[in-house]
């Protein structure tokens, strides 16, 4: 790793950033800075990342500063935009108003550029800013919390509703760009929101997305959360998310993956009061050399706590897939009910996946369990297909998209369970495209 050109870089960054006349955020960006300098990028050595490697962005000197904030039109952001949804645009790392289509929304709600809105109410974000940089999980969220331009902002007070999706689209042009959005969702007691972080890059080009998103969920608040994650073929896509839960809220993480040569997604739900329900769905398509992993943790550190977890993946060619879930269900977390399934379709001989999900369970009385499979199509249910005039082919494409599409289903978000269903389809072979 080129520290010497990152430092440049940063200080390049300082004069420009939004709040950089706040003291407190200068303070930790150059503390977050001097972290990632120090840590640089995990290796294989470190025990959470064994299995992936990021040694072709280390290797890399991607630039911090876009060269340039157009390239991207007004019908290109139509083809992507989900139908009936707030469309909060970003194009390579910064807030592109023009393209983006909010609409009015109520007293109590906020939605918009995290870089506008701290300009106006900085107090509001100093907590949250300040205590995730003062310890960075690793080397990319120390990069992040120092190089953050822009982000989206959502931000409901209690008893609010927004009806919509909430449509967050990052779109990277640029070649040897990182980009390091910073979100932040937060939605008061007894409120009720649905985000989506969408990331695309249209181009054949070579770059990084350095993602970190922030989430509360306040008494009784219900938080539906989507990463759609569809990278151009050169990208690589680097995610943490991080949700803290309160009193009886509800919070649901789902997460496609099904662009970019490397991705790696941190999910982690941290059920900090009795009551609270989580739900983390997730489904990664691979071919190709693609590389894939998802590391999530749910923590349960309060009673009466509920969570599911269905992650799948389909793998192809030479790829390769992580899936590393961990549920710690701790000493006060009594008549906690978490159940937890990873499972794993292989298309080819050169296919692999790691998968281990992680139970630890320090309170007695509990209900829980956990598994995954790893394996291939199943030969009597192609031999029942054939045997009723349905050639091989077609066969196997018909029980792969069966398999994708049942993750799928789960998304009770309309448009967005369309457009999933609609990506599983261009992934698939042709003979799956024009099933109805």
Not at 30 to 38: G, I, M, P, T
Not at 92 to 116: D, K, Y
């Amino acid at each position: 790793m080129n520290k010497d050109l990152y430092r440049e870089q940063f200080a390049q960054l300082e004069s420009g950033r939004a709040g950089a006349r706040l003291p407190w955020l200068q303070r930790t960006r150059s503390a977050a800075f001097e972290r990632f300098a120090d840590l640089g990028f995990p290796t294989l050595r470190d025990e959470d990342w064994k299995y992936t490697s990021v040694a072709s962005i280390d290797k890399r000197s991607f630039k911090l500063v876009p060269a340039s904030l157009n390239g991207v039109g007004a019908d290109q952001v139509a083809a992507l935009a989900l139908d009936g949804s707030r469309l909060l645009v970003f194009v390579n790392g910064r807030h592109a108003p023009a393209l983006s289509r909010l609409g009015p929304v109520g007293g109590g709600v906020e939605i918009g550029s995290l870089a506008a809105a701290i300009v106006r109410h900085p107090e509001r974000f100093e907590e949250m800013l300040t205590r995730d940089a003062e310890a960075p999980v690793n080397g990319f969220t120390a990069l992040n919390a120092a190089c953050w331009a822009d982000g989206a902002l959502v931000d409901l007070a209690a008893g609010c509703a927004v009806d919509e999706p909430i449509h967050l689209l990052f779109i990277t042009t640029d070649g040897d760009l990182a980009i390091q959005p910073r979100n932040i969702v937060r939605v008061g007691a007894g409120s009720r929101a649905e985000v989506i972080e969408h990331y695309v890059g249209p181009n054949d080009a070579a770059y990084l997305t350095n993602a970190v998103t922030q989430i509360e969920a306040a008494a009784g608040a219900t938080v539906t959360h989507t990463t759609l994650q569809q990278e151009g073929p050169r990208g690589s896509h680097i995610a943490d998310i991080r949700a803290e839960q309160r009193q009886g809220s509800r919070f649901t993480s789902q997460s496609f993956a099904l662009g970019g040569l490397l991705s790696r997604n941190g999910i982690v739900a941290r059920l900090a009061a009795p009551g609270c329900e989580a739900t983390l769905l997730g489904l990664y398509m691979a071919g190709g050399r693609q590389h894939m992993d998802h590391h999530t943790l749910i923590d349960h550190l309060q009673p009466n706590g509920t969570s599911r977890e269905f992650y799948k993946g389909v793998l192809d060619g030479a790829a390769r897939a992580v899936f590393n879930g961990r549920v710690i269900v701790h000493a006060d977390a009594q008549k906690t009910d978490a159940q937890q399934s990873n499972r794993n379709l292989l298309l080819s001989d050169d296919a692999e996946v790691d998968t281990k999900p992680q139970l630890e369970i320090y309170a007695d009385d509990v209900r829980c369990n956990h598994g995954a499979t790893v394996g291939q199509l199943d030969a009597e249910q192609i031999y029942y297909l054939r045997s009723r005039g349905v050639g091989d082919a077609s066969a196997r494409a018909l029980l792969t998209f069966a398999f994708a599409a049942e993750l799928a289903s789960r998304v009770s978000c309309a448009p967005l369970r369309s457009r999933v269903e609609q990506l599983l389809r261009g992934r698939l072979p042709e003979q799956v495209k024009e099933l109805p």
